[in-house]
């Protein structure tokens, strides 16, 4: 399978829609262990590019970099040692060129900015994937590490790679796919090889769906009893989707992944684009009930649960929202919304569907029929 290199022309749209959310999840994931004070913490770029492109965009490194930027003050003065493993490799090329951007660009950016250079560790890769993941799995399995897995098409997805993440206890990920790959190559058997996706079932949804599908059968592979939350992200370039997977154990990294999802799109929370047609639904048709838009048919589902009792306090609603892929907020403007009602009663003004709330100050407010 031929991949189009994507440094051979200035970033599109989507490319830096993807590099956005990534450097936005570095700009959360940093701050949320240097400011406890962890001794050492890793930033892997697995595929990381030139370092910008073709007219000076920054790209995944430059961006991780930019982010340490903005923590100096706090990384010094709580002594977290950051590493940054930054690899790129061209199959089959004697000269690495890219590499050389790389390292060359983010010596220049170093060079400028000092401070970043003491405050890091950097290691310049030029390996192919298969052979560096294995040699940097107890690196990642033994500090709190965010991963980037930027890769061309979706090879490596495959179980071999992500069973691996799933069994980190501190790793956030973010890979990104070329769902369409799936759609058009999912059948072949070279593909099966890399990763085993039923297409039957993929394909009884609308293409626009595939990475739905995708991580629908992923959480199918992870072991019984996993932490490992999974949530999509799609980007449409022209007829193609692309897309995020997003791929955490904590509920810290879930809710930092999902406020930044429904930041960049506050109709769906997965999508560049309205995927779900929600803006259809939310114009009222005289002869057809209204068809609820995704938000609408959440807050349903958390009245209904509310009151037939499933849920009865902020901590299963905060559970229940994360793991429908909404914020907290969503929960709480329902809640807030079924008291003004007099559907149900709770102690104070606010539902408290935070994981602040939930987590960290264990405050449990009960949920009662008046
Ligand atoms: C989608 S691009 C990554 C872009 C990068 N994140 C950026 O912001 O510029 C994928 C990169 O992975 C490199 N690559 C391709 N196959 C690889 C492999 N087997 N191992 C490591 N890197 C590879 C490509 O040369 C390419 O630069």
């Known amino acids: 399978m ?35 004070g962890v001794p050492k913490i890793c ?3 697995f595929f990381a590019g030139t370092g910008y492109d073709k007219i000076g965009i920054a790209g ?4 991780i970099l930019e982010q340490i930027k903005v923590q100096l003050g706090h990384v010094f003065q709580k002594k977290t040692k950051i590493e940054v493993y930054l690899n790129e490799f061209e199959p089959n090329k004697k000269k690495q ?15 400028e900015n000092k401070d970043v250079e003491r405050a890091i560790e950097i290691h310049y890769l030029n390996h192919d994937f298969e052979e560096i993941f294995p040699l940097l799995l107890s690196k990642i ?15 490596f997805l495959s179980d071999k790679y992500f069973l691996e993440l799933e069994k980190t206890r501190q790793t956030d990920f973010l890979y990104f796919v070329s769902a369409s790959y799936f759609w058009r190559f999912g059948e072949n058997l070279e593909f099966k090889m890399h990763l085993d996706i039923d297409m039957t079932e993929a394909k009884k949804h609308p293409y626009k769906f595939i990475h739905r599908s995708i991580i629908e059968q992923l959480r199918k592979k992870l072991p019984t009893g996993t932490k490992l ?3 999509p992200f799609s980007l449409k370039k022209g007829a193609n989707i692309y897309g995020i997977i997003f791929g955490a154990s904590h509920p810290f990294a879930v809710d930092k992944f999902l406020t930044i999802a429904w930041r960049r799109n506050e109709t769906n929370g997965q999508a560049n684009f309205d995927i779900d047609e929600d803006a259809q639904k939310e114009q009222v048709d005289m002869f057809f009930e209204k068809k609820l838009t995704k ?8 009245r209904r649960k509310v009151l037939n009792r499933e849920i009865i306090n902020n901590f299963q609603l905060y559970d229940f929202a994360l793991e429908e892929g909404h914020i907290g907020t969503h929960a709480a403007e329902c809640l807030k919304h079924m008291k003004k009602n007099n559907e149900i009663t709770y102690d104070g003004i606010s539902p408290l569907v935070t994981y602040d ?3 960290n100050q264990k405050r449990q407010l009960e949920y009662k029929r008046p």
């Open 2 to 36: 031929s991949y189009k290199d994507l440094h051979e022309e200035p970033f599109d749209d989507s490319t830096i829609a993807k590099l956005e959310i990534f450097e936005d999840y570095a700009q959360a994931w940093l701050p949320t262990f240097i400011m406890q």
């Open 295 to 302: 938000v609408e048919d959440f807050k349903q589902n958390v």
């Open 60 to 63: 995944s490194p430059i961006r």
């Open 141 to 155: 399995r033994d500090f709190p590490s965010l991963v980037y897995l930027d890769q061309n098409g979706i090879k």
């Open 229 to 231: 939350k999974l949530y």
């Open 43 to 45: 930033i892997f770029d």
């Open 357 to 359: 709330n939930v987590y």
């Open 97 to 111: 060129n890219k590499f050389e951007l790389l390292k060359r660009s983010c010596s220049n950016y170093l060079n």
